[in-house]
Every structure is written in structure tokens, then in C-alpha cells.
């Protein structure tokens, strides 16, 4: 108050508000939080300043927090302690889900900058891993290398193996290659892969992806995987082809007028001698082929040769009867 002593006193009155930052009380703030898949948590973020700090909960990935889903719910509550206010946030889950689990991000502000944030984790143990794989069949070559890929998520982080279909386990060694990498932190995200060479026979059968959490029976899953062989496709023609090959036409070229004379003499020509073939073959008019080593061929030769000579006289006669004639006319 600042006064004046005149008469009448003169005296104005004010107020001094100090402001005082948020800040978040470790002590009473969640740590690392692990629970039981589909049990009740919640995440606590307490804060004091002034005025009252306002406090909110983000999920570090940005995903969206279901919150009034009747299974999220959010709510806060203030108190006045000496000179400053005390905020407590409060993220409550009915029945945690896998989907749940993330990093989440406590933030209380109020007028008075900086505003400041602290992570809190939640895991969540799974009831049973999720195994996944590409095909549940696959087909392929004898003699082909194959690999079977299956992605598994899991928290804790699963024990992951292969089996065959007697239940034995396959591990790494000759045509047999078992390959992990782990994909993802949180939740632990683990990629392996069955790798054999060289496919044969005995190969074609089932296999199954196996993922446990602590090694306990009841929490854990597989997923099969069936091999098949494909007939590789034969390179040779399953049929044959008959090819027909047919002989270009020889160009006729025209012949000289003979005189009946000549033409009577050219076709006797033609019948008394027989068309070579092949070496020891003859092509005949009237008998085909004959073979002249063959003795029995000889009588259908001689035939075929009184044939030709009758013709010769027949139209010998013919020609000389028709000149006649032309004579008289």
C-alpha cells in the first residue's frame, strides 16, 4: 500500500502476484509400467506452479489415445499447497490392450513458460505372440533354393523356432539356414527365415513357425507352412510333326513342231527307255520301280519291253495310214 499523509491521507492499494512455472513432481509420477494384457493401469503425472498447471497425455508416436472409448478415460484434480497449486493427471485403462502399449508423454503448462514433459512407459505382456507369414503354401523346383519367411510380435521378446513336420526343431547346418533379425524395439518385432538349398525330394513336406513368451506352453502360437513341388516344364516337344515338302514346279518350256516322223520316234523313244533313279533302281511307266539286281524283276522287264514295241509298230502304222489319206484328199 502507498500512502500519502496529507489531510484528508491519500493512499493507494495493489497486489503482487508471483508466477511460478510448472513443474513435475517426479515422486509422485509413473515410472516404466508392465502389466497383464486385458488388466486395469493407470499412468500418474503430478505438477505444481502457478496458476495450476494444466496437464495432458500424448502418446510419443502420435497416435491418437481412444480416450471416452469406455475403456480410456483421462482426469485431473488440483490442490493448493503453500503458494503454488498441484496438478495430478491421470490416464486410466479399464482393460489394456496390446494396442495400448507406447511410450506416452506426461506435458503440464500453465501461463507461465516453459511448459515441460516426462516420458512414462507402458508395456504390455501379451497373452500369446502374433505370427504371421507371407503363403501358407508354396510351390517350388526340385533342386531350387526356397525361403520361408514368418514375423513375429511379442512382449516380452519371443522365443522363435522352426520345426519340421514331426515337431523336430531345425537348426542351422548343411541345406539348412535359419536366419533372425529383429525388426522392432518396442514391441519387439522379430523376422526369421528358413532357408533350404538345394530342394529335394524330402524336403517337400510341412513346417511350422513356433514363437513362446517365457517359454510357457499356454502362451504360445504357430503358424504351418506346406511346400509343394512344382513339375519343372520339359524343354523337348511332346509331339511330332510331319513336314511335307513339295517340289517347285519346273517352267515348261515350249518345243520345237517335229514332223509326225520325228514325234512317232520321240515317243517310242520315251517308252523304250526306262528313267534312271537311283543306282541300281529304274523308274518304268508301266511297272513302277525295279530293282536290276533283282532276278525277278527280269520278266516284268521283258514284258514291259514287248509292250513298248507294240506300241512302236501301232503308231508307226497309224501315221503312215493317215498320210495316206492325205494323199487321196
Known amino acids: 500500500m502507498c500512502q ?25 509420477t509413473s515410472a516404466d509400467v508392465e502389466v ?28 491418437h489415445i481412444p480416450i471416452g472409448n469406455g475403456n480410456v478415460k483421462a482426469s485431473s484434480e488440483t490442490e493448493s499447497v503453500e ?35 516426462k516420458r512414462v512407459v507402458l508395456n504390455v505382456r501379451y497373452r500369446e505372440p502374433e505370427v504371421e507369414v507371407n503363403l501358407q503354401m508354396i510351390g517350388v523346383y526340385r533342386g531350387d533354393d526356397v525361403a520361408i519367411n514368418c514375423t513375429v510380435t511379442a512382449y516380452p521378446r519371443p522365443v522363435v523356432l522352426w520345426q519340421d513336420s514331426f515337431g523336430k526343431m531345425i537348426i542351422s547346418g548343411g541345406r539348412y539356414e535359419v536366419v533372425e533379425k529383429l525388426l522392432r524395439e518396442s514391441p519387439p518385432v522379430i523376422q526369421t527365415s528358413l532357408i533350404i538349398k538345394s530342394l529335394q525330394p524330402e524336403d517337400i513336406t510341412s513346417y511350422r513357425c ?40 519346273q517352267r515348261m518350256t515350249p518345243k520345237k513342231s ?33 530293282n536290276s539286281d533283282d532276278p525277278s524283276s527280269a520278266s516284268g522287264i521283258g514284258q514291259s519291253r514287248c509292250s513298248s514295241s507294240r506300241l512302236v509298230f501301232v503308231l508307226v502304222g497309224w501315221g503312215m495310214l493317215c498320210q495316206a489319206l492325205r494323199g487321196r484328199a
Open 4 to 28: 500519502i499523509n496529507t489531510v484528508p491521507m491519500v493512499f493507494k492499494q495493489g497486489y503482487l502476484e508471483v508466477v511460478v512455472p510448472p513443474n513435475i513432481l517426479d515422486e509422485e
Open 36 to 63: 497383464n494384457e486385458d488388466s486395469s493401469v493407470q499412468l500418474r503425472c503430478a505438477a505444481d506452479g502457478y496458476p495450476a498447471p494444466e496437464i495432458i497425455f500424448k502418446r510419443e508416436d502420435s497416435k
Open 83 to 117: 503458494e503454488v497449486k498441484r496438478t495430478t493427471g491421470i490416464l486410466s485403462f479399464k482393460a489394456v490392450k496390446r494396442t495400448d502399449m507406447g511410450h506416452y508423454l506426461c506435458i503440464a503448462s500453465n501461463t507461465v513458460p516453459p511448459s515441460v514433459s
Open 210 to 249: 513356433n514363437a513362446s513368451i517365457d517359454n510357457d506352453k499356454m502362451k504360445e502360437k504357430s503358424v504351418t507352412v506346406q511346400l509343394n513341388e512344382i513339375i519343372r516344364p520339359s524343354t523337348e516337344s511332346s509331339f511330332s510333326q510331319d513336314i511335307h515338302y513339295k517340289a517347285p514346279r
Open 258 to 290: 517335229l514332223s509326225k516322223h520325228s514325234r512317232v520316234n520321240d515317243i517310242a523313244e520315251r517308252y523304250e527307255k526306262p528313267t534312271s533313279f537311283v543306282p541300281g533302281t529304274y523308274l518304268h511307266p508301266n511297272i513302277g520301280h525295279v
